[in-house]
C-alpha cells in the first residue's frame, strides 16, 4: 500500500463507507499525512493502525524529575507525553529476523515549555523496540515492552541514527519499570545501579562514563480509545501544513508527505 493508493481509496470509498478497521502497520510507502485525509473522508472509519498493536498504550517510561512518566501512544501513530510532547511517529521498521522494530518520531513540540520552532522540521530516529512477554504481578497480567534508545546526541553526533541491531546487553531479568546503562561493547555500566525512577538526573552521569545505550522495560496501560483526541488530530494537522508551506518555499517535494499535500488542498 501507498499513498496514492489510500487517495484513490478514500476517493472511491465515500462517506458512507461500512469500512471500519484498517490496518496500515509496515505499510512503508504510507504517511501520517494521508491518513489525515482518509479520517476526514470516511467518517465512520473507527480506527486506523500505524503501530503494532503491542505498542499502543499509556506508557509508563522511566523519565521525569520525581516520578515516571507517561507517554501515550495511539494505533495511528500520535502519541502525547505527560511532558506536553507531541507528534506522531513517522516511519516504523520491522526487522524480522531479530524480533524487533525501529520508530522514527515527528515531534510538533518537545515540551510545554520550549519553543525550538525549527525542530518541527525535523525528526528523529529514536528508539528500538521489543515485544516482550505479558508478567504476572498479583495475580494480574501486565503488558510490558522493551526500550532500546541511544544515549547519543541526534543533533551533533554523527554516530546517532535508527537501530539496525538490538543492543548486545544480556539482561533479561530486567525489573518492570528500571532502565540500565550500556557501554559500546554492550557491557553493562556496573557502576551505574538499575533505575527506576529519575533515570534524566543518572543521563549525564551515564554519557560521562562512556554509556551509549539506555535499557529499559516498561509497563503499558490500555487506552480508553484507540484513536487520539481531536484537538491533537488538528495539531497534528496544523504541523503538516507548516512544514509544507516550507517545502514550498524552498523548492522541496513533500516526499512522504504527498499524500497530506493533497488533502491540504482541500482544507
Same mark, same amino acid.
Given at each position: 500500500?501507498?499513498?496514492?493508493?489510500?487517495?484513490?481509496?478514500?476517493?472511491?470509498?465515500?462517506?458512507? +463507507?461500512?469500512?471500519?478497521?484498517?490496518?496500515?502497520?509496515?505499510?512503508?510507502?504510507?504517511?501520517?499525512?494521508?491518513?489525515? =485525509?482518509?479520517?476526514?473522508?470516511?467518517?465512520?472509519? =473507527?480506527?486506523?493502525?500505524?503501530?503494532?498493536?503491542?505498542?499502543?498504550?499509556?506508557?509508563?517510561?522511566?523519565?521525569?524529575?520525581? +516520578?515516571?512518566?507517561?507517554?501515550?501512544?495511539?494505533?495511528?501513530?500520535?502519541?502525547?507525553?505527560? +511532558?506536553?510532547?507531541?507528534?506522531?511517529?513517522?516511519?516504523?521498521?520491522?526487522?524480522?529476523?531479530?524480533?524487533?522494530?525501529?520508530?522514527? *518520531?515527528?515531534?510538533?513540540?518537545?515540551?510545554?515549555?520550549?519553543?525550538?520552532?525549527?525542530?518541527?522540521?525535523?525528526?528523529?530516529?529514536?528508539?528500538?523496540?521489543?515485544?516482550?512477554?505479558?508478567?504476572?504481578?498479583?495475580?494480574?497480567?501486565?503488558?510490558?515492552?522493551?526500550?532500546?534508545?541511544?544515549?547519543?546526541? @541526534?543533533?551533533?553526533?554523527?554516530?546517532?541514527?535508527? @537501530?539496525?541491531?538490538?543492543?548486545?546487553?544480556?539482561?533479561?531479568?530486567?525489573? *518492570?519499570?528500571?532502565?540500565?546503562?550500556?557501554?559500546?561493547?554492550?557491557?553493562?555500566?556496573?557502576?551505574?545501579?538499575?533505575?527506576?525512577?529519575?533515570?534524566?538526573?543518572?543521563?549525564?552521569?551515564?554519557?560521562?562514563?562512556?554509556?551509549?545505550?539506555?535499557?529499559?522495560?516498561?509497563?503499558? *496501560?490500555?487506552?480508553?480509545?484507540?484513536?487520539?483526541?481531536?484537538?491533537?488530530?488538528?495539531?497534528?494537522?496544523?504541523?503538516? *501544513?507548516?512544514?509544507? +508551506?516550507?517545502?514550498?518555499?524552498?523548492?522541496?517535494?513533500?516526499?512522504?508527505?504527498?499524500?497530506?499535500?493533497?488533502?491540504?488542498?482541500?482544507?
Amino acid at each position: 500500500m501507498t499513498d496514492e493508493g489510500l487517495i484513490t481509496l478514500f476517493s472511491s470509498l465515500g462517506a458512507t +463507507s461500512s469500512l471500519r478497521y484498517l490496518d496500515l502497520t509496515f505499510c512503508g510507502q504510507t504517511s501520517y499525512g494521508a491518513t489525515l =485525509k482518509l479520517r476526514r473522508a470516511c467518517p465512520l472509519l =473507527k480506527t486506523i493502525r500505524r503501530v503494532p498493536d503491542w505498542f499502543d498504550g499509556h506508557v509508563i517510561t522511566p523519565f521525569g524529575p520525581t +516520578s515516571n512518566e507517561t507517554h501515550t501512544y495511539y494505533a495511528d501513530g500520535s502519541f502525547s507525553y505527560a +511532558s506536553g510532547a507531541k507528534g506522531y511517529i513517522l516511519k516504523v521498521r520491522e526487522y524480522v529476523d531479530k524480533n524487533f522494530v525501529a520508530i522514527t *518520531l515527528q515531534f510538533s513540540r518537545r515540551r510545554n515549555d520550549e519553543n525550538r520552532s525549527w525542530e518541527v522540521f525535523f525528526h528523529l530516529p529514536e528508539v528500538a523496540l521489543r515485544p516482550a512477554a505479558d508478567m504476572c504481578i498479583e495475580d494480574s497480567r501486565v503488558r510490558n515492552v522493551l526500550v532500546a534508545q541511544s544515549l547519543l546526541d @541526534p543533533y551533533s553526533d554523527p554516530l546517532y541514527g535508527e @537501530p539496525v541491531a538490538w543492543p548486545r546487553v544480556l539482561v533479561d531479568d530486567l525489573p *518492570l519499570g528500571h532502565s540500565c546503562f550500556f557501554l559500546e561493547d554492550g557491557s553493562l555500566d556496573d557502576d551505574l545501579p538499575f533505575a527506576s525512577t529519575g533515570v534524566d538526573q543518572l543521563l549525564r552521569e551515564a554519557i560521562d562514563q562512556g554509556a551509549v545505550g539506555m535499557l529499559s522495560r516498561m509497563q503499558i *496501560l490500555p487506552l480508553d480509545s484507540d484513536m487520539p483526541p481531536s484537538d491533537l488530530v488538528r495539531e497534528l494537522e496544523e504541523l503538516e *501544513l507548516q512544514r509544507l +508551506s516550507v517545502l514550498d518555499f524552498l523548492g522541496q517535494s513533500p516526499g512522504a508527505s504527498e499524500g497530506f499535500a493533497r488533502y491540504a488542498e482541500h482544507v
